[in-house]
């Protein structure tokens, strides 16, 4: 009897999992489904509701956007130089942060995680005013600048995740054998580090891709894409915003596929053979 009522319990603890599951995805898809429909109505306004029409139209109009394509570029190349700043930066934080003992650790660590914290108005304020005391207006430089300040953190806290796993006696031992300090990290740690770098560096890039609150106030004359596309919408979005979404979406998706398929390729040269 009691066996029954736990199978019963389990079935419906089941049941109520993919329910909400469904629901969650659901919740979460349903915006990007209709963004993507809205690309093909022949309507300006980029809605499903009512349908005008299929079009192509404004995949061309995307195509001659030059403000649009100028405002991806800068956020591609402002997405790069953080990831080029944050990854080193977050991933040294880390190994100081790793070695720190007692409070000293506590206190690197609220000091390291404190730019979380701050909204990042405050942030991309204060980064364009003392930057301003030298002289140096806003512009891409300060975009990476002030992006990184938080972003780091980030970095910071996945690298220091993997690091809890980490057997410090491999690299005893390779002092032990001779290798140098440089060494021993170049051929270990850094190896065992490398996936979670790649991690970081992706969470870094589409961290940066998508802030608007920092960028708004350091950005000087570039305009990146989150700030054209909200300039847009006081002055009338169309739906080639949604084709540039789509376009996006569906490299995000080709990307995870490609990323999966290759993923699923090493296991299967790793796995014992039988």
Do not use: C, H
């Not at 995680?113 to 430089?141: A, C, D, K, N």
């Amino acid at each position: 009897m009691s066996t029954g009522t736990a199978t019963g319990e389990d079935r419906l603890g089941r049941m109520m999992m993919r329910l909400y599951l469904g629901l969650f995805l659901f919740y979460l898809f349903l915006p990007l489904i209709v963004m993507g429909a809205a690309t093909f109505n022949d309507s300006r306004l980029p809605t499903i509701t009512p349908w005008a029409g299929t079009t192509l139209k404004w995949f061309d109009a995307l195509w001659s956007d030059r403000q649009m394509w100028e405002g991806l570029t800068t956020s591609l190349l402002a997405a790069a130089g953080v990831v080029a700043v944050t990854v080193p930066v977050g991933t040294a934080a880390a190994l100081l942060l790793d070695g720190l003992r007692g409070r000293a650790r506590s206190f690197g660590f609220a000091l390291m995680v404190s730019p979380l914290l701050t909204p990042g108005v405050i942030i991309g304020i204060s980064t364009l005013v003392f930057w301003r005391q030298i002289e140096v207006g806003g512009g891409l430089f300060l975009i990476i600048v002030a992006q990184s300040t938080y972003i780091a953190a980030y970095v910071m806290l996945m690298v220091q995740a993997r690091l809890q796993r980490f057997d410090r006696g491999l690299e005893e031992a390779a002092r032990d054998l001779g290798a140098s300090p440089w060494t021993s990290f170049r051929r270990i740690t850094l190896p065992f580090l490398a996936p979670t770098m790649l991690a970081a560096a992706f969470i870094a890039f589409l961290q940066s891709f998508e802030n608007y609150n920092t960028t708004l106030f350091v950005r000087g004359f570039d305009t990146p894409l989150t700030v054209y596309i909200a300039s847009k919408v006081r002055t009338g979005v169309t739906p080639a915003v949604n084709a540039l979404g789509l376009i996006l979406i569906a490299l995000t998706i080709l990307g995870a596929v490609i990323w999966e398929l290759n993923r699923r390729r090493a296991a299967k040269r790793i796995a014992p053979a039988g």
